[in-house]
């Protein structure tokens, strides 16, 4: 035969005999003291025995920003990320508006390396991480090497017309008119 209130109370983990031995009210009182007197006394126990977990480092953002001199943003920038906290350097490049961005970086601090062709490379030392979310890096230009040269023609050093001798050579004397051959 089954038992509706019994098997309710089977289904939400409590086991609750109906029978002679139980009185209706004892059970009740049982019921919602037992909870209660655990709680109390065994609660702060508990939390005695259990070891403290710190919490773990909170992860931060940071943005590098990076224009010229004229506060044009500056696309296409190599930037780096290096820290004692990181095994290995963080790379990123800056998108059209010269914004570049890492993520999830442990608090602490950081170098960061800009560098672009045609720009001289920037280093900024000892970032604090918690307390700067976004870093402005300025690149100078480096500045185009230009030369002029004013290129004037020459006046001929032989004039034709100015000749002080002339001789004409015979054939016999153009084949003794020495010349560097292959063994000299």
Sequence with gaps: MAHPERDQKRRYGI???IGANRCPMSRGITDSVLPLFLTVVLAPWLAAQTPHIPDPPKATTLTVVVNDENGVPVAGARVQLQSAQLPNALRCETDFAGHCQFTALPSGA???HVEKSNFYASVLP?????????VD???AAVPAAREVIDVVESPLAIDPGQISSKEELTAAELITIPYPGPHD
């Design 15 to 17: 086991t609750v005999g």
């Design 110 to 112: 950081y170098e960061v």
């Design 126 to 134: 000892n970032i604090q991480l918690a307390a700067v979310p976004e």
């Design 137 to 139: 890096v300025t690149l």
